[in-house]
């Protein structure tokens, strides 16, 4: 199918490119950026007149809940809300149930996703058999089933030697692996430590257990030359570590989630099950050091830490009530609206952020599309987000698409409407005011 992308402002994070011109789209693949050829003769048209046309939004952290939590969230849901977020391609941990350990599973998730010509999903494998954080689970056949690292989830790792020889392992084939920083036994509360949590009664959660961690993590590297991504940064001590790590030439990349870029342990208020979330809300200083090592680059990609939780599971009192909110659809409008707050490179850093910076992180492991992911370039894959950045909409969770309807940033009025979302070249999304 021949698309042309008309009068959009193009911008490309990766090659600064930022002009008002038209795409032209066949075959999945940009075939021109700019001038288009006399000849072209497209099936479809669309007006993007005071829209930008970006690269499709790559986004590290979302749970999709399928297989084993299909009445939190499925596939179909999932990537419908996705796709109607602008996001092209996404990465989900291998929490499921069952884990992600054995390369048929992999292979019929990728499968199951491919088949709804949706979203993109890269899955993570899991780094022990089970999470059970004893016995390595067989990385190579699970990166030939499609795995693009190796995760922990939410599950620490109890012994050190264990994370040792894993990272051995992954450093001997050159995979990447992906883990959040949570000491064992410091990790166990519920909000973090500080006045709030100590005035609510909350069971806290120290920055140590975050520091400790990365510490640890840090060492390793130095002993194994491990590359390694640090999942949802929490703290400005963790922000801090994280930028002497990379200063010492580390390879270690990073992520913050939405909900700790924009919130504190105050927005809790009265025990708002919302914003029950791993890792948990922070203080202020935390929040700005977080936006402020996202602005520098110590914080490489911005992610949804999408965890969609059903009604009853988040019905329940603050400390019993399942961690997690729902993001996909929320993603590029909270980039939006952080970057509202940065200089006049604020638009093109919130976009680098969600395209350019993240297909970094995944590098090779993204295999043939890794060429020209997260950018606009003539002769890549045709993954495009058209948004208008002038609009706003209202976060209402009845008119979320994902199965997961809770969300902190619920009734907010948000920067930022998606309008059309190209999947190679497909038209996955279009939003019911264009149809």
Known sequence: MKILIKNGRVMDPASKFDAVCDVAIAGGRIVSIGQTAPDFAANKTIDATGCVVAPGLIDLSARLREPGYEHEGMLESELAAAVAGGITSLVCPPDTDPVLD???????????????????????????????????????????????????????????????????YAASFGYGVWLRPQELHLGKGVAASGPLATRLGLSGVPVAAETIALHTIFELMRATSARVHICRISSAAGVALVAQAKAEGLAVTCDVSINSLHLTDTDIGYFDSRMRLNPPLRQ??????????????????????????????????????????????????????????????????????????????????????????????????ADVCVFDPAAEWTAAPAALRSQGKHTPFSSHLLPGKVRYTLVGGHLAFQSQADV
Not at 286 to 297: H, K, P, S, V
Not at 357 to 377: C, E
């Open 102 to 168: 054995e390369p048929g599973l992999v292979e019929m998730l990728k499968f199951r996703a491919e088949k709804l010509h949706q979203s993109r999903v890269f899955p993570l494998g899991a780094l022990t058999r089970g999470l059970h954080g004893e016995a390595l689970t067989e990385m190579v056949e699970l990166t030939e089933a499609g795995c693009v690292g190796f995760s922990q989830a939410e599950v620490p790792l109890a012994s050190t030697q264990v994370l040792m020889r894993a990272m051995q």
């Open 284 to 381: 202020q200083r935390d929040r700005d050091a977080l936006r402020q090592g996202l602005r520098d680059g110590t914080i490489d990609a911005l992610v949804s830490d999408h965890t969609p939780v059903d009604e009853d599971a988040k019905t329940l009192p603050f400390a019993e009530a399942e961690p997690g909110a729902t993001g996909l659809e929320l993603l590029l409008s909270m980039a939006l609206k952080w970057g509202d707050q940065n200089d006049k490179e604020g638009l093109m850093r919130a976009l680098q952020v969600l395209t350019s910076a993240p297909a970094r992180v995944l590098g090779a492991s993204l295999g043939t599309l890794a060429l020209s992911a997260g950018q606009l370039v003539k002769g890549g894959v």
